[in-house]
């Protein structure tokens, strides 16, 4: 799926500045995710009214000036899983290694381990498919100051090399990636871990049993409307996100990340259908 070639036909919309989500904003130690992801955003109202004819979403300059917005009032969350990523990289960055944000969007997760990293000659290697928002990431992150260089790259993460990685982030990515080419990905960064090295996978997920996934969809859709979003705004993003972003199960998630090598993993967080998994490679793995 090219996310940066379809665009949705829109009517024009217009912004205003708005507030953040409370729902995510209790943790202490996340001010500089709400710096990121909160505060200086644009209200989301992309799908505020109706639109004509409603492509595939995707990630272009109106998706990048009301992201923040958009993701605090849509991740059930998010805020507390970008606070965790900062503490398990402080843990897991080993000296003179890379730490990879796949799917950085705008640099949230990158932000929270550069903040919290202290190993010797760590580097961070942000990658984003979309333009705007590795340029919108960039401008961001200029703003902090930080001695952990940060490399920002507009790619297809599925085509990137992962090397000498000691914590590799797929917060909210790999649910984009085609089904397809997801197994391939998730081999290729266990094979660019180091041993002892961490993968922190964040996804929304499907569920077999079909009273669950109704009711976990439910109980999202009323996280939706509490922050605000109308009926008709929810089923629009609904219909546009349909052909883009395909869940798995958490059994399959599972699977595949045995397959590709991992033997300690589990899922860390969870919040309604939404939540993160840990993958370690073994210390004993060359
Ligand atoms: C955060 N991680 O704030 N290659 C590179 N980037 C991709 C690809 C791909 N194949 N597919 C999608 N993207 C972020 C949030 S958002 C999640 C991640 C969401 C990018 C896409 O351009 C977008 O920026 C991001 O993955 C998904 O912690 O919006 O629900």
Redesign the pocket.
Known sequence: MD?KARHPVREPVTTRPGPVSPNDSIEQNSRFAHRL?GCASMHDQIFAAPIARLGDFC?DEQVVDVFPDM?QRS?PGYSNI?SAIGMMAARYAQPQSRLY??????G??TQAMRRHVTQPGCQITA????HP?IERARAHLSGFKSEVPVELIE????DIPIENASVVVL???LQ??APEKRAALIARIFDGLRPGGILILSEKFRFDDEQVNELLIDLHLDFKRANGYSELEISQKRTALENVMRTDTLAVHQARLRDAGFTHLDLWFQCFNFGSMIAIKASDTN
């Open positions: 996310l992801s990630f993701i991740v970008i944000d796949l799917g950085c969007s705008l949230a997760a990658v984003d498919l979309s928002m790619a297809d993460i599925c917060n909210f990515t984009f990636v």
